[in-house]
C-alpha cells in the first residue's frame, strides 16, 4: 500500500499550484513571512541530510514572496527535526510502517497533540487507535475536522484547554457550588 500511496501523493502534490491565494487556480498561498520559508527550508534539509528523499518540491520559490513548494518526504528517519516540530509549511513528511503499535509509538512520540488522522475501512481498528492517539482531535477518514460546534484543542504542549462547542463555553466559566438550606426551615431543628 505505502508504494501505491506514495505514487499517487507525488502526481498530486506535483500538480498543485502555488502562488497568491487571491489568484484564479491557486492551491497553496505564500508562507507567513521569510522566517516561516527559512524555518521550512531547514526542516527540509534537516531531513535530506539524515536520510529523507525529496520526490517533489523541497524549495522556497524563486521569484519574490514567501513561496514554498509542495514537498513530499520520503523514508523520513526519526532523528529528523521535522518529526518533532510543527511544520506550518507545505511539507508532507511519509514514514512507514509495519504493524499498528509502530504506527502509534512514531504518531505519538512528539511533544504536540493537537490532530491526527487515520484512515482505515477495519472498524476495531478506528476504536483502538483512536482511543490511543495522543491528540486531542482526531480526523477519521477524513482531512477537514473543523466544526464550529465541535471542541477544538489539543493535548500535550498543543495547549490546554477547549474552543468551540459547549466545551468551548465552558472553558470562560467558573463553577460557583453553593450550598444552602432552604429558609423555610431555618429554625426549625
Same mark, same amino acid.
Not at 508562507?31 to 527540509?44: F, P, W
Not at 529528523?80 to 499498528?100: M, S, V, Y
Not at 512514531?106 to 490532530?115: K, S, V
Not at 484543542?153 to 467558573?174: D, N, P, Q, V, Y
Given at each position: 500500500? *505505502?508504494?501505491?500511496?506514495? @505514487?499517487?501523493? &507525488?502526481?498530486?502534490?506535483?500538480?498543485?499550484?502555488?502562488?497568491?491565494?487571491?489568484?484564479?487556480? =491557486?492551491?497553496?498561498?505564500?508562507?507567513?513571512?521569510?522566517?516561516?520559508?527559512?524555518?521550512?527550508?531547514?526542516?527540509?534539509?534537516? *531531513?535530506?541530510? @539524515?536520510?529523507?528523499?525529496?520526490?517533489?518540491?523541497?524549495?522556497?520559490?524563486?521569484?519574490?514572496?514567501?513561496?514554498?513548494?509542495?514537498?513530499?518526504? =520520503?523514508? =523520513?528517519?526519526?532523528?529528523?527535526?521535522?518529526?518533532?516540530?510543527?511544520?506550518?509549511?507545505?511539507?508532507?513528511?511519509?514514514?512507514?510502517?509495519?504493524?499498528? %503499535?509502530?504506527?502509534?509509538?512514531? *504518531?505519538? /512520540?512528539? %511533544?504536540?497533540?493537537?490532530?491526527?488522522?487515520?484512515?482505515?475501512?477495519? &472498524?476495531?481498528? *478506528?476504536?483502538?487507535?483512536?482511543?490511543?492517539?495522543?491528540?486531542?482531535?482526531?480526523?477519521?477518514? @477524513?482531512?477537514?475536522?473543523?466544526?464550529?460546534?465541535?471542541?477544538?484543542?489539543?493535548?500535550?504542549?498543543?495547549?490546554?484547554?477547549?474552543?468551540?462547542?459547549?466545551?468551548?463555553?465552558?472553558?470562560?466559566?467558573?463553577? @460557583?457550588? =453553593?450550598?444552602?438550606?432552604?429558609?423555610?426551615?431555618?429554625? /426549625?431543628?
Amino acid at each position: 500500500m *505505502a508504494d501505491e500511496f506514495t @505514487k499517487r501523493f &507525488t502526481t498530486r502534490l506535483a500538480g498543485l499550484t502555488v502562488g497568491r491565494g487571491t489568484d484564479e487556480g =491557486v492551491d497553496v498561498d505564500a508562507l507567513i513571512d521569510y522566517q516561516a520559508v527559512a524555518k521550512v527550508a531547514s526542516l527540509v534539509d534537516d *531531513a535530506t541530510a @539524515k536520510g529523507a528523499r525529496c520526490l517533489v518540491g523541497g524549495a522556497a520559490l524563486p521569484g519574490g514572496g514567501h513561496f514554498f513548494a509542495s514537498t513530499l518526504l =520520503v523514508n =523520513v528517519p526519526a532523528s529528523a527535526r521535522i518529526n518533532g516540530e510543527e511544520i506550518f509549511g507545505p511539507i508532507a513528511p511519509l514514514t512507514f510502517f509495519d504493524t499498528e %503499535e509502530e504506527a502509534l509509538r512514531l *504518531a505519538n /512520540a512528539t %511533544e504536540y497533540g493537537l490532530t491526527g488522522y487515520l484512515f482505515t475501512t477495519d &472498524t476495531e481498528r *478506528a476504536s483502538r487507535v483512536t482511543d490511543r492517539l495522543e491528540t486531542g482531535m482526531v480526523g477519521l477518514n @477524513k482531512t477537514t475536522i473543523s466544526n464550529p460546534a465541535a471542541p477544538f484543542g489539543g493535548m500535550k504542549h498543543s495547549g490546554f484547554g477547549r474552543e468551540g462547542g459547549s466545551a468551548g463555553i465552558h472553558e470562560h466559566l467558573e463553577t @460557583k457550588y =453553593v450550598a444552602r438550606r432552604n429558609p423555610r426551615l431555618v429554625g /426549625a431543628d
